[in-house]
């Protein structure tokens, strides 16, 4: 019976685990399996993200 549990707690948690490793970092928001951000008017892409010309948009690598 004990096994049952442990294998339902294991299946929830690697359903949260792996829903909350889908989130994007502050700044960023989810478009099309990707993290992006706004691209500046002046300046350069934030910090680990590079310019995608096809989204105009900058997207984390």
């Known amino acids: 019976m004990n096994c049952k549990w442990a294998w339902l707690m294991v299946l929830l948690l690697s ?9 994007c970092p502050a700044g960023f928001s989810a478009e099309k399996n990707k993290c992006v951000s706004e691209r500046p008017v002046h300046g350069t892409c934030k910090s680990g993200s590079t310019y995608q010309l096809g989204l105009n948009k ?3 690598d």
């Not at 359903?15 to 989130?23: D, N, P, Q, V, Y």
């Open 15 to 23: 359903l949260l685990g792996g829903a909350l490793g889908l989130s």
């Open 58 to 60: 900058c997207v984390l």
